[in-house]
């Protein structure tokens, strides 16, 4: 069977780690590269994040690393260490097993020395028509390889975006989505650029929910990338009972899953643009629902994901961390 390339662009973060771990499980993908950016924490924090969970899956094929932007190409970086913590992972990066050692050592990468805009050009150009491209941070890293070469990035088979807010209220203001508001620059251009883009937003992802007790039965899995994903997930839900947050929104695991089955989701295409200037609507993704006639000219449509099969995307994520298969 001949495997799909994916490149999933990330800033690890632990809905992330948690989309990592998943998407190495799926064993008709081969993930030949992840780009790392700047977002929920810095961009060498969350490569070592990516070093912490590829120690953990181990793939057979381990794939190649563009370490990508240092922040918003436009304006200063905003993490989200309050709700990460500071290793982005909710401190399982500091984990040590009986014997004092860590528990989820970091693995060695193969980087790329042209950084994360460079190699996804090269992996589109190289893979025209199947590579899938997953982003699940700010869109820094996708908007300068669509810099470089627009035609090239065009030519993937889809481009999976975790983003956005429709008709819900923004996760970091009340109006736009943490990814989107930290780079909107970036996200406005790439969701100009007329690429074959899916956008999973808030909308869908907040349906998405991993409550404690099911991420408890995780707690005596043998398979160290399952370990590892429960670590993750019950450091989220502490770190969330502190913000009144009783379980882990998979944000980032939903869009994961959304490329692997895009019938997870019912979408419908229209038009969207990011607001850049507003004082208060920094960020917000301005999707034009009006009829066609009356829709806003020369702004490219994009297919928005508006509702999600939650309990089946949930059992195909679970059944992927225990087996290793989805």
Do not use: K
């Not at 970091?106 to 020395?113: M, Y």
């Not at 150009?125 to 820094?140: E, F, K």
């Amino acid at each position: 069977m001949t495997r799909t390339p994916v490149l999933i662009d990330t800033d690890p973060g632990i809905d992330d780690a948690l989309a990592l771990v998943f998407a190495f499980a799926v064993r008709s993908w081969q993930v030949v590269a992840v780009t790392t950016v700047a977002g929920n924490v810095p961009v060498e924090t969350g490569t070592s994040n990516l070093a912490r969970v590829l120690g953990a899956v181990r793939p057979d094929e381990g794939p190649r690393v563009g370490v990508g932007a240092v922040g918003p190409r436009a304006r200063p970086l905003v993490t989200a260490m309050r709700v990460h913590g500071p290793d982005g992972l909710g401190g399982v990066s500091t984990l040590r097993d009986a014997g004092a050692n860590l528990s989820f050592p970091e693995a060695s990468l193969d980087r790329h020395p042209g950084g994360a805009a460079d190699l996804i050009v090269a992996c589109a150009r190289r893979w025209p028509g199947d590579l899938v491209i997953v982003a699940l941070g700010p869109l820094t890293n996708l908007a300068e390889a669509v810099d470089r070469d627009p035609e090239a990035v065009r030519r993937v088979a889809r481009v999976v975006v975790m983003g956005g807010a429709v008709a819900v209220g923004g996760n970091v203001t009340a109006a736009a989505e943490y990814n989107v508001f930290v780079d909107p620059e970036s996200a406005a251009q790439v969701l100009a650029a007329d690429l074959p883009l899916t956008l999973v937003p808030l909308d869908v992802t907040h349906e998405v929910v991993w409550p404690g007790a099911a991420v408890e039965r995780f707690s005596e899995a043998r398979p160290a990338a399952a370990r590892f994903a429960y670590h993750v997930a019950a450091a989220a839900l502490t770190l969330g009972a502190g913000h009144g947050e009783p379980a882990l929104v998979l944000h980032d695991p939903l869009a994961v899953g959304v490329a692997l089955d895009p019938s997870l989701v019912e979408t419908e295409t229209f038009p969207v643009a990011v607001e850049c200037e507003g004082v208060l609507t920094r960020g917000v993704t301005v999707v034009d629902r009006r009829s066609p006639i009356r829709r806003r000219e020369g702004w490219p449509g994009c297919r928005v994901a508006l509702r999600v099969d939650a309990a089946r995307f949930l059992r195909l994520f679970e059944e992927g961390l225990w087996a290793g298969s989805a």
